[in-house]
């Protein structure tokens, strides 16, 4: 706070950014809800793309626990489609290429999120600027207690991933 030099991931949104004008900053947790079907995962894919459109060297680690890397892949294609008419499926490879890396497991615990990050780092050539964890519910699974407790555990846990390894990580 106070630091007018802090600039974190932008969305190119004049609505996100103007209120957060000092975008996603490393460190961070961003929890979306909202009621099931309402396009929570749709919403994260297409903040993914707005960042990217921001900054040509953003990186994403997309970790899908509910849908195949298809089923995502179909979803960004879409999305891509919206922004770049026209595009071909080899486009969206392309402009994501070096950029993204989707995981679709149905379960995954803190120490294997961890293990795809630091395999993300490596793969890419640098460190993801964001970690989307698609999505909380089904990540909160891997700890124990009552539903309140595990998602409160999942919630702290990637508080600590997300700071220890100096990126933003989103959780619908």
Partial sequence: EGNADLVG???NI??????????????????????????KSIDAINKMVRNRLADDKFKCLFISLEQTRNEVFERLYR????????????DVMEYW?????IVDKNRISEGELIDCIEQHAYEAGSPANKIIVDYL????????????E???EAIMGLKRIAKEFDTVIETP
């Fill in 9 to 11: 991931l932008r969305f």
């Fill in 14 to 39: 004049s609505a996100l950014d103007k209120p957060m004008s000092y975008g996603q900053l490393p460190g961070q947790v961003i929890v979306t809800l909202a009621r099931t079907d309402a396009g």
């Fill in 79 to 90: 999305i891509h489609n919206f922004y770049f008419p026209g595009s071909s499926v080899f």
């Fill in 97 to 101: 290429k070096n950029n993204l890396l």
């Fill in 137 to 148: 519910g089904y990540y909160a699974r891997s700890f124990t207690g009552n539903a309140k």
């Fill in 150 to 152: 595990r998602t409160s």
